[in-house]
């Protein structure tokens, strides 16, 4: 009790009661924080001016230039000056998501123009002349080219992987030679074949050039040519043969889209398999395999997040009534569900622990999983995850079990709050949309602003296969005489007048290459201005968001009569909170905004400083790291309150964050508790039905399995489960939301209010029952009427 009076008296007196106070309904606000507000409004013009001058002198061209192997820009470094596209060998190998880190395998080199036609060496090689053929070639380099002087020779360079061995005709995106289809193979096909063909082998019989480039092309042509029309429809009889193809062409080329992306999305599954696992032959098995359970039960992946959707709907709306038995359910079900965890890793440990096993050695995953499941020791280390959690949780239930009453009737007033207002639940896609949108203008507007300056070249000498440096005679002449390998050069000065000492030739392993752009120093603060902008935005709509929700639960809170709860509350809470208090939705933001960007620097700071490892320095950045990281955090919590305090009473943002503040210390104990209580009892709801969801997923399909053959049930079930804890997050963020508002709301009334007939208390009678109090109504004065 002396604990309580010293609180009370350091962190200011209790709130007073006030006939004319009714919380946000209160008509008499005046706009909070106006100078914050007005300095967003310049900052976002100030962006606006930014993004208009980087779109205006910015070239993403400079950004997005393709490299060879050879790493030359190209285009831009010397020796591919004039050609400004980049053809790959392979295609189909760059198609892994490992790519970014480790490059595409095959052979790249810059080129003039991209393919204009098709070429297969294994089809063309017995019907085209030599001369035809050395002109179709794209080798590594025109010397190499050059040095072919027979078809044999073709043969071993394509051996050597330093000709193509095919390509098919393409067209620049973004500078990348990429396939294209277009309708003009119908021009090339017989109209004895566009009138009558029955038969693929047909398709295949095609005179000319054209023969080629249509086989590769096989399955959509045969699909767009042959294929019977939809519903038995006939084809008008009096419409010409090749606008029959081009017009089928148009439905198999999406077919053909459809197929290319399961295809490729196949390959990226397999690769990234083979990469976990050694790279094994069945790896890009497996990987199709997932690909078509993906592909397969897309319908029933869909049903199931549509069911938690629901479920997450009528599990809030069951609250209302019945909030304490599901919220021990989810408690119970969750130490029942760990009890028969339990159970099966003990039973499956003492099963291997007496059964004799022979280890697979292959390195597929399939051997992977066998052997790890037939490990007794995996067993074991579960039974013991396992035994750990249930042991701890059920001591947190018990020695929390009377907040536990407490957090129970708070989230029930939440429930009744949120299925009131159940437009709520829907409200964080607005903030999803904003925050995408800046996204997506943040990398925008950088992009362009890292495009604005000079390029600069850097004379190197390239790395061997084996990774080591060429030696390459390269001597250098005229006006390029002081180039120095890691001194800055001229692409086109290098071209011209450096050389292989013995041949004349030009340089091929030392280059003039491009090493970045110099950004002119006003751009640099550009870009910081950027960052600072996207920080500052990104945590201005979320506190805009949490601001509106925290004000249209309050207004259901201090309505003492609910049924007397307005329309549209959501709505006059979104216009409130826009025409009132935007500038303390901006301070708040602000605040966050700038401890994040020294977070940021700090970690830039930590980045450069690793190649020097003073213990000093990394013992001095650590600590600044660990301060920063808990300021946000706790200026997180603040803001959050104070944005509550505000929607309350209309205050601005220090008072509010004073207010809020010396309310949650002079009630701390109550506070710390419920709010981890009630965190704690949401994460198990949310837990209980992303594990309803993909059990019930994974049971549904093990006992139809005629329903939809699947290769791996766990397939969809993973996907389910993903997908229903983002559904559920999304619900209980909201109800997490109003449960908090709520809570601020009780404690206030608490103090306010004393059960008087002149200041009833405007809690829940559960509320009133587990705090010892009660309103002292007239008779005939009864709370909802």
């Known amino acids: 009790m002396t604990d309580s009076v010293e609180l009370r008296n350091k962190y200011g007196k209790p709130l007073l009661y006030d006939r004319n106070f009714t919380g946000p309904r209160q008509r008499d606000r005046s706009c909070t924080d106006v100078p914050c507000l007005l300095l967003f409004v310049l900052f976002l013009g100030g962006w606006a001016f930014i993004a208009h001058y980087a779109i205006k002198n910015g070239d993403l061209n400079k950004l997005l230039v393709p490299t060879d192997s050879e790493n030359r820009k190209c285009g831009m470094d010397s020796g591919v000056l004039n050609k400004e596209n980049l053809f790959f060998f392979d295609l189909n190998q760059c198609i892994d998501p490992f790519v970014p880190l480790t490059g595409c395998k095959t052979p790249q080199i810059c080129v003039e123009t991209c393919p204009k036609e098709t070429f297969v060496w294994k089809t063309m090689k017995d019907k085209l002349s030599f001369a035809e053929l050395h002109s179709r070639?794209?080798?590594?380099?025109?010397?190499?080219?050059?040095?072919?002087?027979?078809?044999?020779?073709?043969?071993?360079?394509?051996?050597?992987?330093?000709?193509?061995?095919w390509y098919i005709k393409s067209a620049p995106f973004l500078k990348r030679c990429l396939f294209e289809f277009s309708q003009g193979v119908c021009d090339y096909i017989p109209s004895y074949l566009l009138r009558g063909g029955k038969s693929e082998r047909e398709l295949r019989l095609l005179p000319g050039n054209a023969t080629t480039e249509v086989q590769l092309q096989a399955r959509v042509m045969a699909q767009a040519l042959l294929a019977p029309q939809a519903n038995n429809k006939q084809t008008p009889v009096d419409e010409e043969p090749i606008i029959q193809c081009k017009r089928r062409l148009n439905e198999a080329v999406i077919k053909e889209k459809m197929m290319q992306t399961d295809t490729r999305l196949t390959k990226l599954v397999g690769n990234m398999v083979a990469h976990f696992y050694n790279g094994t032959n069945d790896a890009q098995v497996l990987g199709e395999k997932i690909v078509e359970d993906l592909i397969n039960s897309w319908s029933i992946v869909l049903v199931a997040c549509f069911c938690t959707l629901i479920a997450s709907?009528?599990?809030?709306?069951?609250?209302?009534?019945?909030?304490?038995?599901?919220?021990w359910f989810s408690i119970f079900g969750v130490l029942i569900g760990l009890l028969a965890g339990i159970y099966e890793t003990v039973k499956e440990y003492r099963r291997?622990?007496?059964?004799?096993?022979?280890?697979?050695?292959?390195?597929?995953?399939?051997?992977?999983?066998?052997?790890?499941?037939?490990?007794?020791?995996?067993?074991?280390?579960?039974?013991?995850?396992?035994?750990?959690?249930?042991?701890?949780?059920?001591?947190?239930?018990?020695?929390?079990?009377?907040?536990?009453?407490?957090?129970?009737?708070?989230?029930?007033?939440?429930?009744?709050?949120?299925?009131?207002?159940?437009?709520?639940?829907?409200?964080?896609?607005?903030?999803w949309i904003l925050f995408i949108a800046a996204i997506a203008f943040a990398i925008g507007v950088g992009l362009y602003l890292g495009s604005i300056g000079d390029p600069s070249f850097r004379m190197v000498r390239q790395l061997t296969k084996s990774g080591e440096v060429t030696n390459e005679d390269c001597i250098c002449e005229g006006p390029a005489i002081n180039y120095t390998v890691g001194g800055s050069c001229d692409p086109k000065v290098f071209q011209q007048y450096c050389s292989v000492l013995q041949n004349r030739h030009p340089c091929l392993k030392t280059t003039c290459s491009f090493d970045s752009i110099d950004n002119p120093i006003i751009i640099k603060w550009a870009i910081f201005y950027n960052v600072f902008g996207f920080l500052w935005l990104s945590f201005f709509i979320s506190a805009f968001s949490y601001m509106v929700l925290a004000s249209t639960f309050a207004r259901w809170y201090w309505t003492f009569k609910k049924r007397d709860v307005p329309y549209f509350t959501l709505t006059r809470a979104f216009c409130q909170t826009a025409f009132y208090h935007l500038g303390t939705v901006a301070f708040g933001s602000l605040i966050l905004a700038i401890v994040r960007l020294i977070r940021l620097v700090l970690e830039y700071i930590h980045e450069k400083l690793k190649k020097y490892d003073n213990a000093v320095t990394r013992a001095i950045l650590c600590c600044m790291r660990c301060f920063f990281w808990l300021l946000e955090n706790f200026l997180k919590f603040l803001n959050r309150n104070a944005y509550i305090m505000c929607a309350i009473h209309g205050?601005?943002?220090?008072?509010?964050?004073?207010?809020s503040f010396n309310l949650i210390m002079r009630n701390f104990l109550r506070v710390v508790t419920l709010d981890q209580v009630t965190d704690f009892l949401f994460f198990l709801s949310k837990l209980l039905l992303t594990a309803g969801a993909g059990a019930s997923t994974y049971f549904f399909l093990d006992n139809n399995p005629n329903i939809i053959k699947l290769n791996y049930f766990a397939v969809p079930t993973a996907v389910v489960v993903i997908a229903a804890f983002l559904i559920t997050s999304v619900f209980f963020g909201v109800y997490s939301t109003a449960v908090d508002t709520l809570f601020l709301c009780f404690l206030e009334d608490c103090e306010r209010n004393d059960g008087s007939p002149e200041k009833p208390f405007f809690m829940s009678k559960q509320l009133m029952k587990i705090l010892g109090k009660k309103n002292n109504l007239p008779p005939r004065q009864r709370r909802g009427k």
């Open 352 to 431: 291997w622990e007496t059964t004799a096993t022979v280890p697979e050695h292959g390195l597929n995953l399939h051997s992977t999983v066998k052997n790890v499941l037939q490990n007794k020791n995996t067993w074991l280390y579960l039974s013991i995850f396992l035994g750990v959690s249930f042991v701890v949780i059920l001591l947190l239930v018990i020695v929390l079990r009377k907040r536990i009453r407490i957090a129970i009737a708070l989230t029930k007033e939440g429930s009744k709050a949120v299925s009131s207002v159940i437009s709520t639940v829907f409200f964080p896609i607005f903030s």
């Open 651 to 659: 205050k601005n943002f220090c008072s509010s964050a004073a207010d």
């Open 313 to 327: 709907l009528i599990y809030i709306a069951l609250m209302r009534w019945l909030s304490a038995p599901i919220l």
């Open 137 to 165: 070639l794209i080798c590594l380099t025109e010397e190499h080219k050059a040095q072919i002087r027979t078809k044999s020779d073709i043969q071993n360079a394509i051996d050597r992987n330093e000709c193509a061995s």
